[in-house]
C-alpha cells in the first residue's frame, strides 16, 4: 500500500486493493503444520523412551529440526511474499508490485487495458478464488497471483477502464 501512495501521480487517486484468498493462508499453515509432525512424533516416542537411549534418536532429533525449519522457511516465505505483494487499481493504474528487498513492479494504464480475464476452476468457485490475466495493448500480459473474489476485483477494473475511457456502462445508465 505504501508503494502505491509513494508512486500515486498528481491527480491520481487509490481505487481499489485486491486481496489473497484465505486458501493460500491454509496452504501456508500447512507447510508449518508438515513440518511439525516429525518433531511431534519424537517428542511422543522420547517420553514414552522408545528413542532415548537409541543411535535412531540422534538422527531422527536432527531429521526433526531439518523438517521443523523448513517447514518454517517456506511458511514464512509464503508469508513475506503475501504481504509484499500489492495489487491496486488507481485512476489511471493497475499495479502488480512484489517483492520485500527486490522489487518487481507491473504496471499498466487503465486506458491501454484489452482484456480482463479470469481463470476459476469449479474449485475455485466453491472458496471464492481465481486468477486474473490483463492484457493490455502491444504486448503486455500481467498475470496475478490467486486472489480472493476475482470477478470482485474484475468489475474494479472494468468500472475504472471505463472511468477512464469516460464511457457509462449501458446496462448500468439503465438501470438508474
Keep these: 500500500m505504501a508503494y502505491v501512495k509513494k508512486t500515486l501521480a498528481p491527480g491520481e487517486e487509490y481505487l481499489y486493493r485486491a486481496h489473497f484468498n484465505w486458501t493460500y493462508d491454509v496452504g501456508s499453515l500447512f507447510w508449518l503444520a508438515l513440518g511439525l509432525t516429525p518433531p511431534v512424533f ?100 500481467i498475470e496475478f497471483p490467486v486472489l480472493a473474489r476475482p470477478m470482485e476485483v474484475r468489475r474494479k477494473i472494468e468500472e475504472a477502464v471505463f472511468s477512464t475511457r469516460g464511457l457509462v456502462r449501458r446496462h448500468a445508465a439503465a438501470i438508474d
Design 42 to 141: 519424537w517428542v511422543a516416542a522420547f517420553a514414552q523412551e522408545y528413542l532415548y537411549t537409541s543411535a535412531l534418536s540422534n538422527a531422527f532429533v536432527i531429521l526433526c529440526v531439518l523438517c521443523f525449519f523448513l517447514g518454517a522457511l517456506i511458511t514464512l516465505q509464503r508469508y513475506v511474499h503475501k504481504w509484499t505483494t500489492v495489487i491496486a487499481v488507481t485512476t489511471a493504474r493497475l499495479i502488480l508490485k512484489t517483492g520485500l528487498i527486490a522489487r518487481d513492479s507491473h504496471e499498466v494504464s487503465l486506458d491501454k487495458i484489452e482484456e480482463v480475464l479470469v481463470h476459476q476452476s469449479f474449485l475455485d468457485r466453491i472458496v471464492g478464488r481465481g486468477t486474473l490475466t490483463i492484457r493490455g495493448t502491444g504486448i503486455a500480459v
